[in-house]
């Protein structure tokens, strides 16, 4: 019962900072855990951060902890993904995905949105 669309992408230096959001339709994205993807070019996807239907839970991806976070609001029916210290390596599109009611990282999810590109450059 949501549909997903991801914004907030663009071209940065490297060293910068973007902040992407999640945003969905409807009133109930509060009871949905919502995780960010990222495809690099040439790449397979790859987990970037995950928060928990409540929020009271988080967790991400080796190569972005300590420099994304992942936070939502409820009010706005949103997730974002604050994106700081990036790096060319960080250059991919990034994708929400959703499911209900998960407050554990699932293995895989029945709604997507259809990504934001983000592009760094040195």
């Known amino acids: 019962q949501v549909q997903l669309v991801e914004s907030g992408g663009g071209l940065v230096q490297a060293g910068g900072s973007l902040r992407l959001a999640c945003a969905a339709s409807?009133?109930?994205?509060?009871?949905?855990?919502v995780g960010w993807f990222r495809r690099a070019p040439g790449k397979e996807r790859v987990f970037v951060a995950f928060?928990?239907?409540?929020?009271?839970?988080?967790d991400y991806g080796d190569s972005v902890k300590g420099r994304f976070t992942v936070s939502r609001d409820n009010a706005k029916n949103t997730v974002d993904l604050q994106l700081n210290s990036l790096e060319p390596e960080d250059t991919a599109v990034y994708y929400c995905?959703?499911?209900?009611?998960?407050?554990?990282?699932?293995?895989?999810?029945?709604?997507w949105g259809p990504g934001t590109q983000v592009t760094v450059s040195s």
């Open positions: 409807g009133r109930t994205f509060s009871t949905y855990a």
């Open positions: 995905a959703a499911d209900r009611f998960r407050s554990v990282k699932p293995g895989s999810w029945p709604y």
């Open positions: 928060i928990s239907w409540n929020g009271g839970g988080t």
